[in-house]
């Protein structure tokens, strides 16, 4: 059964850095793409970051140059370092994962993941 849990998230003001992380249980990071999401209240689900089976990032425009997605095979984890953290940045951040070999590129369309954590709250203000 795979698991996704998040953690790492939290209340910062703006110009703050947190990273969170999303341990994996049941799926080996790296065999196919992963990827963050966020859901503001009233909004709906955007893709922030993904990473492909290869190393290959996508990054929505509006975190370029901020925050950076990474993976440690080694604790099989996935990485969301998030910098110069901003108030519109406030929403629950989501891990995905694609199904196993079948998705190999970074993609932030949520429609190519089929496991996902529970999510964590990442409160910016300013």
């Known amino acids: 059964q795979v698991q996704l849990v998040e953690s790492g998230g939290g209340s910062v003001q703006a110009g703050g850095s947190l990273r969170l992380s999303c341990a994996a249980s049941?799926?080996?990071?790296?065999?196919?793409?992963m990827a963050w999401f966020r859901q503001a209240p009233g909004k709906e689900r955007e893709g922030v970051a993904s990473?492909?089976?290869?190393?290959?990032?996508s990054y929505a425009d509006s975190v370029k140059g901020r925050f950076t997605i990474s993976t440690d095979n080694a604790k099989n984890t996935l990485y969301l370092q998030m910098n110069s953290l901003k108030p519109e940045d406030t929403a629950t951040y989501y891990c995905?994962?694609?199904?196993?070999?079948?998705?190999?590129?970074?993609?932030?369309?949520?429609?190519?993941?089929?496991?996902w954590g529970q999510g964590t709250q990442v409160t910016v203000s300013s």
């Open positions: 995905a994962a694609a199904r196993w070999g079948w998705f190999l590129t970074a993609s932030l369309t949520d429609s190519k993941y089929t496991y």
């Open positions: 049941g799926y080996t990071v790296s065999s196919a793409c």
């Open positions: 990473v492909g089976s290869h190393g290959g990032t």
